[in-house]
């Protein structure tokens, strides 16, 4: 089996995610976006295709031309039921590819917070993050939640946190798979953003990150096998013994 995954920035790669995705049997290819050629994804039909965050909008099409064609290969591959993962650039990438308005949110939620867990949490692929007290939020945009679409978490600031469409398909706003030892290139690579937002220090995102980053490593970790074998288990991939 095997993984694409576009990656928008340098430090927001598949972190945490990545040990999983070896240990259920994928191979894993990483793309640029906007330096290397994304039609091979298209041609190669991964099994899984990953697309990760980035600091730029859905609807910023004419500055970065090639999220049209990250959009035409998220529709094409949920038209053919094939699986697909978006954590927050990309969960915004998913939920306009379904139709939904992606939009500048009234808040830049950046830091760690909490989530609301909805609807039957036993079944909810998210149910582990019962377990961990905050996770990091780093968007300023937001999105209407996709027709068909299933709500699976909220935060105090912005109602649609992750939603999962059929059986196949889990879109992330929130970033599950940083690991606490990368934070420091977000803080660099962030520099600006942060700066721009009241209140909001990198000492304080430091100190933050210190004290939740290594609690979430357990549930995220389990949130990435309940999801994996979920797939294997409806035969939208294969399992691995």
């Known amino acids: 089996m095997f993984t694409h995954v ?48 980035g600091p730029i909008g859905v609807y910023e099409t004419d500055a970065y031309p090639y ?29 306009r590819a379904l139709g939904a308005d992606v939009y500048p949110g009234g808040t830049k939620e950046i830091g760690w917070a909490p989530l609301e867990i909805h609807g039957d949490v036993e079944g909810n692929v998210l149910a582990p993050m019962q377990d961990a007290a905050k996770v990091l939020h780093w968007h300023g945009d937001t999105f209407d939640l996709p027709a068909g679409a299933t709500r699976l978490a909220s935060s105090a600031v912005y109602p649609n946190q992750a939603f999962s469409y059929r059986v196949n398909v889990l879109a992330l706003q929130f970033h599950l798979e940083v690991e606490p030892e990368a934070l420091e290139s977000w803080y660099l690579g962030h520099a600006h953003e942060i700066a721009s937002v009241e209140g909001l220090t990198v000492p304080e995102l430091r100190e933050d990150g210190q004290r939740y980053g290594p609690a979430l490593q357990g549930p995220a970790q389990q949130v990435w096998a309940k999801w994996l074998e979920s797939l294997a288990a409806q035969g939208t991939v294969e399992a691995v013994a």
């Not at 999983?20 to 298209?42: C, W």
């Not at 999220?67 to 939920?95: F, H, K, S, W, Y």
């Open 6 to 53: 576009v990656q928008h920035i340098a430090f927001e790669n598949l972190g945490n995610l990545e040990p999983m995705l070896r240990k259920h049997g994928y191979a894993i290819s990483t793309f640029m976006a906007g330096v290397d050629e994304l039609s091979p994804i298209s041609k190669d039909d991964p099994d899984l295709l990953v697309v990760l965050g």
């Open 67 to 95: 999220l049209e064609t990250e959009l035409q290969l998220i529709r094409d591959r949920i038209a053919r039921n094939r699986p697909v993962l978006g954590i927050c650039l990309g969960c915004q990438l998913i939920a």
